[in-house]
C-alpha cells in the first residue's frame, strides 16, 4: 500500500519505518526541512534502539522516503496518517489540536481520489468527528473515510511493540475503511487475536484510558512506597504480593520518582479537560496528576535527609537524567526539578546520561561528563536516576574516593542488605 505519515517526529518516524519493513511504500513528511535533510542522510532525528538500522534499510530499499512537500505526498497515497504533535495548550490542560487541523486543511485539498484518514496522534474524543467534518465538502464527498488508530509505543521499546503489539485498535463505522486497515495490519496480527475493531470515539478514548490506568498504578505504588519506608516494609515485597494477582498484575508497580515523558503527563491532563466538557467528574486522574506533581518534593526531602540539610558545596552526581532508560527524552524527568533545587541550595552538580544528553538545566554550573568513573569519583551523593542497565552492576564499593559518600537509588535496583553488608551508605524508594 501507498502510505504519507505526516509528521515525522517519535510516534511518525517510527511507524512510517516499520510499515516500509513490512514491504509498503511509505513517504514520511514534515516541515522541517533539516529535519528531513538530515533523514535522508541517515541522521535520525531521535534516540530509539533499532530504529537507525532499520531506516537505512528501507531507504536503500526505496520501500521509504522523506518530504517536505505535503501536497503530492498526499495526493500519492492511499492512507494519510496524522501523526504530529498535540501538546498541552499554555492556559488550558487541553490537547492543543492546530496541528492536527492544520494537516486536515492540506488533506482537504488534495484529496483527488478516495483515501482513509487516520488520526494516529493522540486526540479527545469527537477529534475525528470535527476532521470528518471539516473534510466534508460537495467535491470530497465519497472521497474519505477517518479513521482512529491510536499507538502504544513505548520509548526505547518502539520497534518492538510496533512489530510485536498487545493490541491493533482500530476505530471506524466503515466496512470498506475497517477491512483496508486490517489488510495493513494482517502481517502483524495474523497469528494472534489481536485487531480490536471499534467505534471511533471508543478508539480515541481508549487510548487516554490505558495512559490514565498505567500512571494511576505508577502513583499507586509511589504512594505505598511512602508508607513502606514508614513501616520499615521493602515497597518490591508489597508489588510482587499484588503483582501475582493476575488482575492486577506486576508491571508499572514499580516504585520511584515518579512518571514522565510525552504521553503520561499531558494525556491525564487532557482527560480530566475532556472530562468537564462533557460534566463529568474524574477525581481519580485528577488525584493521580496532583500526586505525580508533588512526587519530586518528597525526594527532595530524602535528599535533605540523607544529607543531613547540608547541600552546600556538596558534589552531587546523577547517574541519568532522562525520564525513563532507552530513551534521550528529557519531557518531565523529575532531575529537571531536583537538578535546579541542588544548584540553588549551593551544590556541585554533574550527570553522566548514556545517551549523551547535554541539558544545562538552567543553569551553567551543571557538568555534563562522559564517563561513569569520572562522574562519581568525587561524589558525595550519587543518585541513581534512570535505570540504565550499565548502572545495575556498578562496583558501588569503590565508585566515590570520599570516605563516607552516600547512594540514593531511585529505582531500587539494588539490595539494601547487600549495600548494609558491604558498608555502603545507600538509601532507596519505600525500603
Excluded at 534516540?47 to 495526493?75: A, C, D, M
Excluded at 474524543?125 to 491510536?150: R, W, Y
Excluded at 477491512?179 to 496480527?189: A, D, F, G, R, W
Aim: proline share 3%; charged share 25%; glycine share 6%.
Amino acid at each position: 500500500m501507498k502510505l504519507c505519515i505526516i509528521g515525522s517526529g517519535y510516534v511518525g518516524l517510527v511507524s512510517g519505518t516499520c510499515f516500509s519493513e513490512l514491504g509498503n511504500k511509505v513517504i514520511c513528511v514534515d516541515n522541517n526541512k533539516q529535519k528531513i535533510e538530515n533523514l535522508k542522510k541517515g541522521i535520525i532525528p531521535i534516540y530509539e534502539p533499532g530504529l537507525e538500522e532499520l531506516i537505512i534499510r528501507n531507504v536503500k530499499q526505496k520501500r521509504l522516503n522523506f518530504s517536505t512537500n505535503v501536497s503530492t505526498s498526499i495526493r500519492n497515497s492511499d492512507i494519510v496518517f496524522i501523526c504530529v504533535g498535540t501538546p498541552t495548550s499554555k492556559n488550558t490542560n487541553t490537547a492543543n489540536l492546530k496541528y492536527v487541523f492544520n494537516v486536515v486543511s492540506n488533506i482537504k485539498k488534495n484529496l483527488n481520489k478516495y483515501k482513509i484518514v487516520v488520526t494516529k496522534s493522540t486526540v479527545p474524543v469527537t477529534t475525528g468527528d470535527q476532521i470528518e467534518k471539516k473534510l466534508t465538502s460537495k467535491k470530497n464527498k465519497n472521497k474519505f473515510d477517518v479513521v482512529s488508530n491510536p499507538e502504544f509505543l513505548r520509548e526505547g521499546e518502539a520497534i518492538r511493540d510496533f512489530m510485536y503489539p498487545d493490541r491493533v485498535v482500530i476505530g471506524t463505522n466503515s466496512k470498506k475503511a475497517n477491512n483496508t486497515m486490517k489488510n495493513l495490519y494482517l502481517p502483524l496480527i495474523k497469528k494472534t487475536n489481536r485487531y480490536f475493531h471499534t467505534s471511533r470515539r471508543a478508539a480515541e478514548l481508549i487510548k487516554y484510558t490505558s495512559n490514565a490506568f498505567l500512571a494511576t498504578k505508577i502513583s499507586f505504588i509511589n504512594e505505598i512506597a511512602n508508607l513502606c519506608e514508614n513501616t520499615n516494609i521493602d515497597v518490591k515485597e508489597i508489588s510482587t504480593g499484588i503483582g501475582l494477582d493476575t488482575r492486577i498484575g506486576d508491571r508499572f508497580l514499580r516504585a520511584g520518582p515518579g512518571y514522565g515523558g510525552s504521553c503520561f503527563p499531558k494525556d491525564t491532563k487532557a482527560l480530566v479537560s475532556t472530562s468537564k466538557q462533557f460534566k463529568t467528574n474524574l477525581s481519580i486522574v485528577k488525584s493521580v496528576i496532583n500526586s505525580n506533581k508533588s512526587r519530586y518534593k518528597i525526594l527532595l526531602n530524602k535528599i535533605n535527609k540523607i544529607m543531613k540539610n547540608n547541600l552546600k558545596g556538596k558534589n552531587i552526581t546523577f547517574l541519568g537524567v532522562t525520564f525513563k532508560p532507552g530513551t534521550d527524552d528529557m519531557r518531565e524527568a523529575a532531575s529537571l526539578k531536583l537538578i535546579p533545587y541542588l544548584i540553588n541550595k549551593g551544590s556541585n552538580v554533574s550527570y553522566y546520561e548514556p545517551t549523551g544528553v547535554k541539558r544545562d538545566f538552567n543553569n551553567s554550573k551543571v557538568k555534563y561528563i562522559n564517563n561513569i568513573k569520572d562522574a562519581c569519583i568525587k561524589a558525595d551523593l550519587i543518585i541513581i536516576h534512570t535505570e540504565w542497565n550499565e548502572f545495575k552492576q556498578l562496583n558501588l564499593k569503590k565508585i566515590s574516593n570520599k570516605k563516607n559518600y552516600k547512594i540514593y537509588d531511585l529505582r531500587n535496583l539494588y539490595s539494601p542488605d547487600k549495600m548494609k553488608k558491604n558498608k555502603i551508605n545507600y538509601f532507596s524508594i519505600g525500603r
